[in-house]
């Protein structure tokens, strides 16, 4: 298995960071999974998905082509926090140096909405 282990730990510091910026009182989640993928031509792999999830409003769609875009901030939840609109923007350039993916979805339905980043 290869990993950083720092790398990992500011990636989700800093998606653990954002869950409770803009979740509010709430569920935060954070699991791990083991799932098996093909890379192109390439022999299928083993890897972990890593994933933060919470409970609050789903991100716009709107915001979603630039939420990991350097000095962007979501406008998403109650809780106004002060930010600098980096936190997210690193996670993605730690990902990408590490080889990793980032992404995110967003679910809802009549009883209730979630993001989730991995």
């Not at 950083?4 to 979740?23: G, P």
Request: with cysteine; hydrophobic share 35%.
């Amino acid at each position: 298995m290869h990993s950083d282990a720092i790398r990992l730990h500011q990636v989700l510091n800093n998606f653990v960071s954002n869950a409770i910026k803009y979740t509010g009182p709430g569920v935060i989640t954070v699991s791990a999974r083991l799932t098996t993928h093909g890379f192109g031509t390439m022999s299928p792999v083993d890897v972990i998905e890593v994933s933060v999830s919470d409970r609050g409003p789903c991100i716009p769609e709107a915001e979603r082509l630039t939420i990991l875009e350097p000095f962007v901030r979501g406008k998403r939840g109650t809780n106004q926090q002060k930010g600098s609109g980096l936190g997210l923007a690193v996670v993605r350039l730690l990902a990408t140096t590490a080889c990793w993916d980032v992404g995110l979805r967003c679910t809802t339905s009549e009883r209730r909405s979630s993001s989730s980043f991995h």
